[in-house]
């Protein structure tokens, strides 16, 4: 998902580093349970926050993984396997409103975890489209930062 929002938060995870594989428990082969995050530089006009990950390695372009909205702008770290609490999912790729981990069907994938701050809450329901919650995601960003890990099959 592209976002000309500056690129002013910073994400980490305690699981793995930047450019680094993602631990099996994470995917399809392991617990499929998201790993845990944390970021930093969220502007202070900021009414949300939202979390993307997706794998532009796809075969048929990127494949979305995991869509939450709407959690507050105050939070800045989810455990491993949590959902941000007041958080909103939309459906990803494979059509379910969850955290579907890393199942590349072949090579090495990268997976992307943005974090987008919002001007504005989006009011989406649970269970949301999927490209209505990129669109209202780009459309909203006032910010964004992005982990980016590895996984291959």
Do not use: K
Not at 5 to 31: D, H, L, N
């Amino acid at each position: 998902m592209d976002s000309t929002a500056p690129s002013s938060i910073t994400v980490t995870s305690t699981a793995f580093a930047e450019g680094e594989p993602i631990p099996s428990v994470y995917s399809c082969r392991g617990r499929d349970v998201s790993p845990p995050l944390a970021w930093s530089g969220i502007p202070s006009d900021a009414a949300a926050l939202a979390l993307v990950v997706d794998d532009p390695d796809a075969p048929r372009g990127t494949f979305t993984h995991w869509v939450v909205v709407d959690f507050p702008p105050s939070t800045a770290a989810l455990a491993e396997g949590e959902v941000p609490s007041g958080g909103i999912q939309a459906v990803n790729s494979a059509g379910d409103a969850r955290y579907l981990g890393p199942c590349p069907p072949s090579g090495t994938h990268r997976y992307r975890f943005t974090v987008y701050a919002l001007s504005e809450r989006l009011g989406l329901e649970a269970g949301a489209g999927l490209q209505e919650a990129q669109r209202a995601i780009t459309e909203g960003a006032i910010a964004q930062g992005t982990l980016t890990g590895t996984f291959a099959a």
